[in-house]
């Protein structure tokens, strides 16, 4: 089994809010890992500590077993965890195209990613005529540009229409098959269920449940959660 990112112990203060308190997490190489929990659970904070975008207050992360530094093996990472924000009047090949450019990737990935997310056919529209359900395909085909080790995604079915999240599901469901390790942080169990094998659990930044998603449905203090929150966590 490989690594691809493993978290020990890590803790998030803001001031005097505990965010997140002592999440540890093993993501092996092929796995679609989701991290469950209600809005304020700190899944986006611990994707950021992960991600260099957020500082830690204490505990550990190591990408692909601690043989590179952060920023180089962040080049193999490739990560949604903002709104899809491009340049409007340029097109979806044109803004991927250009993504190529500042990353120093070859041109020829762009017609197989677009393929990926289901957006050839709109490769020449520009992206302010695309749906929010489309613009988070493109983004998701930006990020899988220099073939990632480990794609992840921050609630990228938010706000989207039951097809849209269909299609979403779907690309990631793609991706994973052909071996794309998957980090997906959601607040809907359904889709956890859904798409995952394995899942960390958080409530109010502390872990109630970490392994597979199968494991999951007969833990009996998930259940308890499961029925109090109505299948929406
Ligand atoms: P989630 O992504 O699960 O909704 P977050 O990680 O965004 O949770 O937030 C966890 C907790 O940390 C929440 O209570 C949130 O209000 C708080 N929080 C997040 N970011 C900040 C910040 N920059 N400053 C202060 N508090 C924050
Ligand atoms: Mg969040």
Same mark, same amino acid.
């Given at each position: 089994m490989e690594t691809i990112l493993s978290i020990k112990n890590l803790h998030k203060r803001y001031g005097k809010l505990q965010a997140v308190k002592n999440v540890s997490l093993e993501i092996q190489k092929g796995n679609v890992y989701? !991290?469950?929990?209600?809005?304020g659970s700190g899944k986006s904070t611990t994707l950021g500590i992960v991600l260099n975008v957020v500082n830690k207050t204490s505990g550990e992360y190591s990408w692909f077993? #601690?043989?590179l530094q952060t920023h180089e093996a962040l080049k193999k990472v490739g990560a949604i965890i903002e709104r899809p924000n491009f340049y409007p009047y340029m097109t979806a090949k044109e803004n991927l195209e250009l993504v190529c450019k500042i990353k120093g990737i070859s041109y020829n990935k762009v017609q197989e990613k677009l393929e990926v997310v289901g957006l050839y056919d709109r490769k020449d529209s520009k992206f302010n005529t695309f749906s929010l359900g489309m613009k988070q395909r493109l983004a998701i085909a930006s990020a899988l540009l220099n073939d990632p080790e480990i794609l992840i995604l921050d609630e990228p079915t938010n706000g989207l229409?039951?097809?849209? !999240?269909?299609? !979403?599901r779907d690309i990631i469901r793609l991706i994973a098959s052909q071996g794309t390790t998957i980090l997906l942080a959601s607040?809907? =169990? *359904? $889709?956890? $269920? /859904?798409v995952c094998s394995h899942?960390?659990?958080?409530? /109010?930044? $502390? !872990? =109630?449940?970490s392994g597979t998603v199968e494991g999951m449905s007969?833990?009996? #203090?998930?259940? $308890? =959660?499961?029925?109090? *929150?109505?299948k929406s966590l």
């Open positions: 989701g !991290i469950l929990g209600p809005n077993g #601690g043989t229409d039951p097809q849209g !999240i269909h299609q !979403i607040h809907l =169990l *359904d $889709e956890v $269920e /859904k899942v960390l659990v958080l409530r /109010k930044g $502390e !872990i =109630l449940y007969t833990n009996n #203090g998930f259940i $308890e =959660l499961q029925a109090n *929150d109505n």
